[in-house]
């Protein structure tokens, strides 16, 4: 700037080169122009937005905020690949995470992850229920060797050696009335046959 000298003080109230105090009292002093982008673009103290959110907030609390917005989006804390809101983290781990350690739900005390329990209680777990080959009904795997010395419906050999195979339940019938080799008593047996 050049001029007279009674100007130079209407001139200062607007200088660039001025060292002026950030109005939002962050303590830097700066030049009036360099000021005016501090402010605006590089003061800790500034007024900024959440992006996931819509928080209004200080610049400086922004990274404090950002490790805790509901909204942001993270990624599953198992890391199970999936990406969600921070806010439903908690409904993610306890109802999908596929990677959630569980008690299996049939009983047997075994412990893994959501997804390998869905395969256990299925295939493997000894309290799973499977149906009987005879009866069709459904017994625990567990149960099921107990069951089948029981079975009414599982087929058997007479138990006199006959060689005629039935169920279980026809065999009280069948060795009272038509085995051929129950042994019977000579119907002259009262005259000492």
């Not at 019938?173 to 019977?184: A, P, T």
Request: proline share 3%; hydrophobic share 30%; net charge negative.
């Amino acid at each position: 700037w050049l001029g007279a000298l009674g100007g130079c003080e209407e001139h200062l109230d607007t200088c660039g080169y001025v060292l002026e105090t950030c109005k939002l009292r962050c303590g830097v002093v700066l030049q009036r122009d360099e000021l005016k982008v501090h402010e605006k673009e590089k003061c800790p103290q500034r007024i900024v937005e959440c992006k996931h959110c819509r928080r209004e907030l200080k610049s400086c609390e922004l990274a404090t905020h950002l490790e805790m917005c509901p909204k942001m989006e993270v990624s599953c804390e198992l890391k199970c690949g999936k990406r969600l809101c921070r806010e439903n983290m908690a409904q993610h781990l306890k109802q999908e995470c596929g990677l959630v350690v569980e008690t299996c739900r049939l009983g047997c005390g075994v412990e893994m992850t959501r997804d390998e329990l869905k395969i256990h209680v299925t295939e493997t777990c000894v309290h799973r229920f499977i149906p009987c080959e005879h009866c069709k009904k459904d017994f625990k795997f567990c149960d099921m060797t107990h069951h089948l010395d029981k079975c009414p419906k599982m087929e058997v050999s007479c138990e006199l050696k006959c060689g005629v195979v039935m169920c279980r339940e026809d065999v009280t019938q069948h060795v009272e009335q038509d085995c051929v080799e129950k042994e019977i008593e000579c119907p002259f047996a009262k005259y000492k046959c």
